[in-house]
């Protein structure tokens, strides 16, 4: 590197206030250009072009200055490459004495480049990722021997492919709208399959553009890591989390039924307010996690009423005030029992307030409307229109008119006015099934407090 330096600086003349260039043919080697390009070239010609300004600045005070001074400014250099100057101009002083002094920084910048070159080196061809450049039309310019080894190909052999003769068909459109975005500046993370001398892989890549010193992109590189393992535990990770959760709808459904085993009348019960609750809830565009939290809390709404009395619950006329507050119990002791499950919602505390009524006169903890979860508001309408379409031990059902005629009654009072819209307008639709055996406009006699009991219990 020190001798082509120094060849092309006993080459190196500036005549004038013209700048011209004299060269030697290593001059041409060194930069780039063919031998007879720089002879006869300005020497601006050579520079970067952010320099040439300040060059000609300076050569404006040349003929003021005693004193030599140091000038930065970059060459144009071969692709990939370009040597960073610091050149003395000295004014009266012999033209060697500068030069060696340039030479010596120059070989320290040489010096500092190709070590720096010699890490990123190592770190790419070490990496057990496929780190490759790529032109923007996708075309391999370079890949690393961990790309190679992944591919059985070699470097000759692999500059003249397409990036997309290395992934499966069903994935050359995502691997091009990638690189179209790369073009924009964008870098973009996707999975795809590939396949490779190990057969069928899944991997993940990321596609990122490569800028040249004016900020205009000029190629890409793609670095893709091999996830198939992680997809195989991936896939299994989610058989096990679908087992769980059949698990635990089986053990729910379990509990459930033995709540509802000490009311005949009531088998379904929970199932029918889960379905209908989870029915408002999509109308109502909640998300899935939140959806799946109201189907769970629903089929177990009801679970404390396995503390109350068969008795009471099986009674056919009016309950007595004391009978009322033993019923009144059931979401204290649902909750108690729920909340030693560590669920991913807030069952517990969904059941708990499932019979909280918007102006206060609910229970257990007379909550008004800002202190009741979304959830539960919308598990107290299902269950109210739930229960008046039931047959009780006093009566037979009330039909579906009934329960509506009863929400709308009370919205804004008892039930939260979105939930009731987001019920009228499901149970309205033809499409909708309520799983109901008795969901019928059928008609009934209910007394004040017939209802009011069965809107509490």
């Not at 500059?159 to 069903?170: A, G, T, W």
């Not at 459904?253 to 029918?272: C, F, I, Y």
């Not at 379409?389 to 006015?417: F, M, Q, T, V």
Request: glycine share 6%; hydrophobic share 40%; charged share 25%.
């Amino acid at each position: 590197m020190s001798n082509y330096i120094k060849t092309f600086f006993e080459k190196l003349k500036i005549f004038g206030n013209r700048h011209t260039v004299l060269s030697h043919a290593v001059l041409g080697g060194l930069i780039g250009y063919l031998v007879i390009h720089p002879i006869g070239m300005m020497m601006t010609g050579l520079m970067h072009h952010h320099d040439q300004q300040n060059l000609f600045h300076i050569h404006g005070s040349l003929s003021q200055i005693k004193n030599s001074f140091p000038l930065a400014f970059s060459l144009k250099m071969l692709p990939w490459s370009i040597i960073f100057a610091l050149i003395g101009i000295m004014v009266g002083v012999f033209y060697g004495n500068w030069i060696n002094y340039v030479l010596k920084l120059l070989e320290k910048k040489a010096a500092r480049l190709n070590d720096s070159e010699c890490r990123y080196r190592t770190l790419v061809e070490s990496s057990s990722d496929s780190i490759c450049h790529l032109d923007l039309k996708g075309n391999f310019i370079y890949m690393n021997p961990a790309g190679l080894r992944q591919n059985d190909l070699t470097l000759v052999q692999v500059k003249k492919l397409n990036c997309r003769k290395l992934v499966e068909p069903v994935y050359k459109n995502v691997l091009l709208k990638a690189l179209v975005k790369a073009k924009d500046g964008t870098t973009v993370r996707f999975q795809h399959k590939g396949r490779t001398k190990r057969g069928m892989r899944w991997f993940e890549s990321t596609v990122s553009p490569i800028k040249d010193e004016d900020g205009k992109i000029e190629s890409v590189l793609r670095i893709s890591r091999d996830i198939t393992e992680h997809k195989a535990g991936e896939k299994e990770l989610k058989s096990s989390v679908s087992k769980l959760r059949t698990n635990l709808w089986d053990a729910l459904t379990a509990l459930a039924s033995l709540a509802e085993k000490k009311v005949p009348h009531a088998a379904g019960h929970q199932d029918r307010v889960s379905h209908l609750a989870c029915a408002i809830a999509t109308e109502m565009g909640l998300s899935k996690d939140q959806i799946e939290g109201i189907r769970v809390s629903g089929i177990v709404h009801d679970v404390g009423m396995m503390n109350v009395p068969t008795e009471i619950l099986t009674k056919p006329g009016n309950l007595t005030k004391v009978e009322f507050e033993l019923v009144k119990l059931h979401p204290t002791v649902g909750r108690d029992i729920l909340k030693t499950i560590d669920f991913p919602w807030p069952v517990a505390k969904i059941v708990y307030q499932h019979h909280e009524r918007l102006d206060g006169s609910g229970y257990p903890k007379r909550l008004i409307d800002k202190d009741i979860m979304l959830e539960a508001k919308i598990l107290a309408v299902a269950d109210t229109v739930e229960a008046i379409c039931s047959n009780r031990p006093h009566r037979a059902s009330l039909g579906i008119k009934e329960a509506i005629k009863e929400i709308e009654k009370k919205k804004g009072i008892y039930y939260d006015p979105r939930v009731v819209d987001a019920c009228i307008k499901i149970v309205s639709k033809k499409e909708f099934t309520f799983s109901h055996p008795h969901l019928k406009n059928t008609t009934g006699r209910a007394t004040k407090k017939n209802t009011e009991q069965e809107e509490a219990s």
